[in-house]
């Protein structure tokens, strides 16, 4: 069973496009996270979610909306995509810990080719 | 996000200890130090984590420093499949991970 699973794994898409990745956990966590991982292999927190309220904003364009319908679900919307966007996009989940004693666990990614 | 430094990039020969060096000397006393590795086309997975003392699991062995303004991740025997990107970071609360540069790791056969 995967614990953090992303779909689609690969997306190639034409600028101006609207797209969503989707993320699923069946860990119980109560926190989940989308990372950007650009061509230089920088991973960068893009928001977190916390019992569904967003709890850290990147500075992300508003063309990106986290949606979070559930604990278990966190899915990423973007509008308007750029040659920018393109990247690999995580998605990961914890169990909120206010001492930050815990691990993180992520998924195996979502490469975004915008063309 | 808390600052850590890390060389961009180290090689081991199989089946010797890895030494990973991580420099954070802005670390507060709440910060938990982790360690998470990201192998070629796949997610980051964690490796290891503490906060003062010590510790070992199945993968790794942490060591830090007394003063906490450094850590090394020890691989008792690299083998090929511990070549990745190792990230170590600080954690300053429960909702965050930011990641760094990260080390390289090359194992050579």
């Known amino acids: 069973d995967t614990a953090v699973s992303q779909t689609p794994k690969y997306l190639v898409t034409q600028m101006g496009n609207d797209k969503s990745i989707k993320c699923e956990q069946n860990?119980?966590?109560?926190?989940m996270y989308w990372y950007k991982q650009d061509s230089k292999k920088f991973l960068k927190i893009m928001f977190s979610y916390n019992n569904k309220e967003l709890i850290i904003n990147e500075t992300v364009p508003n063309r990106f909306s986290p949606k979070s319908p559930d604990k278990a679900h966190l899915n990423l919307h973007i509008n308007s995509l750029e040659l920018g966007d393109s990247a690999v996009y995580f998605c990961?989940?914890?169990?909120?810990?206010?001492?930050?004693?815990?691990?993180?666990?992520f998924g195996q990614g979502t490469r975004l080719t915008v063309v | 996000d808390a600052k850590t430094t890390q060389p961009n990039s180290m090689e081991s020969n199989e089946e010797e200890p890895v030494h990973l060096p991580c420099n954070h000397s802005?670390?507060?006393?709440?910060?938990?130090i982790h360690w998470y590795r990201q192998l070629p086309s796949q997610g980051p997975e964690y490796v290891i984590h503490g906060l003062t003392s010590n510790v070992n699991n199945r993968m790794a062995s942490l060591a830090i420093a007394e003063d906490r303004k450094s850590s090394t991740l020890i691989l008792h025997r690299a083998t090929l499949r511990d070549a990745a990107v190792y990230y170590c970071i600080l954690r300053p609360t429960g909702n965050q991970f930011y990641f760094g540069t990260g080390t390289s790791l090359t194992v050579i056969p």
């Open positions: 990961a989940s914890s169990q909120h810990d206010r001492a930050a004693n815990t691990e993180a666990f």
């Open positions: 860990l119980g966590h109560d926190t």
């Open positions: 802005t670390i507060s006393g709440t910060d938990y």
